[in-house]
């Protein structure tokens, strides 16, 4: 998945997991950048009595680089509290949840926003509050309307969201991870010698899951290193990266015959995510807990993995004839090292540039000066949509084709004009599109849709 | 002064000095003791005993320290 699970040891902290990031210009409003951090994965709707919530012992951070280094140089910081009315019962809520200080409510999460830069710390607010989950028609009956009222103003212009929202990463799980299956082209796979599989539409394994959002809208000139509000494409002031971290106290001392737990020492990160699928899909089983515990501006030691992806060597293994000039293909990915570890430097797309510089760091670049797209393409800049990933990413992008496509060669002429990519290359999918999304998307903040109700979701059946 | 009268008086003074050493290391430890009662739980993490590197962790302060004596009375204790 785009980064939920992905590594080892994060896996087992569903609530410090970093699950997807995706920073744009605001369609809505074209003068802000709105950055969105998802975690906890595949939150079932129906996960209660004791439904999701953010950690209040774990400090969530959404970084940003303005001068090219792969360290933060602004950082928003979001700090979780959760309050109890009622330590009696067992319950959630004891009647319906019509707004965000219903009596009927039990267990609220409340947060602070923090932004810190050149080691100053601004507190924006405090006290906010978070929705629901979506329970169902008698607990959340007007769920709307719940999420509406957490949706806060902060100072300077800026906007924030904490809550839980519908998943809108679409992807094959089921299928990807049988060995690299692709329902669409599952005639072409080599199977292993066992029977050979029909061609057939994609399944969206995230649909109606839920996660958990950190949404946060910004003027752009919040985030460039002069405060100045970026208006050249070829400016490398125009041009941040953008990652999401969580991190929690280096020591936890548990007591027996208690419910005490102690937490104390430094925060240690323990998820990272810039690009997605790039822990996931780019970093090696063993290294995996390691890349998490690190800065961006430490991922030279990851280029290996980016220079000569292992998913590449195994497309033409795992469908035969299907990607020769991909087989062929043995030199170092500097197509794919511009766009995940770099940027994209001026030259290659007319009109676009995401260079942050010469330091390999895996953030999610976005030129802020390019406004966003009145026809979008989910395929971002390989359909031509200079607003769309790897410039950023929206919530509709395709994440999963484009970077298939990019491993598989469809990217590869960006530095070698003399390469042919192979045909498939340009049409490799797992089938999905937004529409795959059954609870869809906002046109506003925050972007992503309603959650699914835990009422009103059945559980998983049988393709 | 004779000499056991100087004797005498070196033994007073050393006495007093000692006693006042002894109040003020008892000052002091009550000091600590509060100072530590303000702080809350405190953890030490020693990932090997041999270097003496004591980690001491108490709210979101971490600090390190080297005592091979303390490391390896804590390590023993242990045991």
Known sequence: ?463 | MSESTRRGFVKRSAAAAAGMTVVGALAAEQADAKAAAKSGPVVAYIREPRTGEITVMAGERQVKLEDRKLAARLARAAR
């Open chain 1, 1 to 463: 998945m785009s980064s939920h699970r992905e590594a080892p040891a994060i896996s087992r902290d569903p609530v410090a997991d970093s699950t997807d990031l995706y920073a744009f210009v605001s369609p809505d409003d074209p003068g802000t950048v709105t950055i969105i951090s998802n975690y906890i994965p595949l939150e079932a709707p129906f996960g209660g009595p004791n439904f999701f919530e953010f950690g209040p012992d774990v400090r969530y951070r959404i970084n940003i680089d303005n001068d090219g280094d792969g360290d933060a140089d602004i950082i928003y910081e979001f700090a979780f509290e959760t309050t109890v009315a009622n330590a009696d019962s067992f319950l959630y809520n004891s009647g319906p949840i019509l707004s965000l200080d219903s009596a009927n409510w039990n267990r609220k999460q409340f947060y602070s926003v923090t932004r810190i830069s050149r080691g100053r710390r601004q507190v924006l607010a405090e006290g906010l509050a978070c929705p629901p989950c979506n329970i169902g028609p008698l607990s959340t009956p007007d769920y709307d309307m719940l999420a509406s009222q957490a949706i806060h103003g902060l100072p300077g212009g800026r906007t924030v969201f904490a809550g839980q929202r519908a998943e809108g990463f679409y992807v094959d799980l089921g299928s990807i991870f049988d060995l690299g299956n692709l329902r669409p082209f599952e005639n072409l796979h080599a199977t292993f010698g066992l029977p050979s599989l029909a061609a057939a539409p994609g399944v969206n394994g995230t649909d109606n899951f839920s996660v958990h959002s950190i949404a946060l809208k910004v003027p752009k000139s919040d985030l460039t290193r002069n405060g100045s509000n970026p208006a050249s494409a070829s400016s490398p002031d125009s041009v941040v990266g953008v990652w999401a971290s969580a991190s929690r106290q280096a020591a936890i001392v548990r007591e027996p015959w208690s419910e005490y737990v102690h937490e104390a020492g430094e925060w240690t990160q323990v998820s990272r995510l810039g690009n997605p699928l790039f822990n996931e899909v780019l970093v090696g089983m063993g290294f995996k807990d390691l890349w998490n515990s690190l800065p961006p501006s430490a991922d030279k030691r990851f280029a290996g993995g980016v220079q000569r992806p292992e998913l590449a060597a195994l497309l033409p293994v795992l469908y035969p004839g299907v990607f020769p000039n991909l087989a062929k293909l043995t030199a170092a990915r500097a197509d794919l090292v511009a766009i995940l570890l770099t940027g994209i430097p001026s030259g290659l797309i007319p009109g676009f540039q995401n260079l942050t510089g010469n330091t390999l760091a895996d953030m999610l670049r976005l030129n802020m000066a390019i406004p966003p797209a009145s026809n979008p393409s989910i395929f971002g800049l390989l359909g031509n949509d200079l607003a769309g990933f790897p410039n950023g990413r929206r919530v509709q992008d395709d994440v999963v084709a484009i970077e298939l496509r990019a491993i598989a060669g469809a990217t590869y002429p960006l530095v070698n004009s003399s390469y042919t990519p192979d045909a498939a290359a340009a049409a490799v999918t797992d089938g999905l599109t937004p529409a795959s999304v059954s609870r869809g998307f906002l046109s506003t903040f925050p972007y992503l849709g309603i959650p699914q109700g835990g009422y009103q979701t059945a559980p998983l059946g049988t393709v």
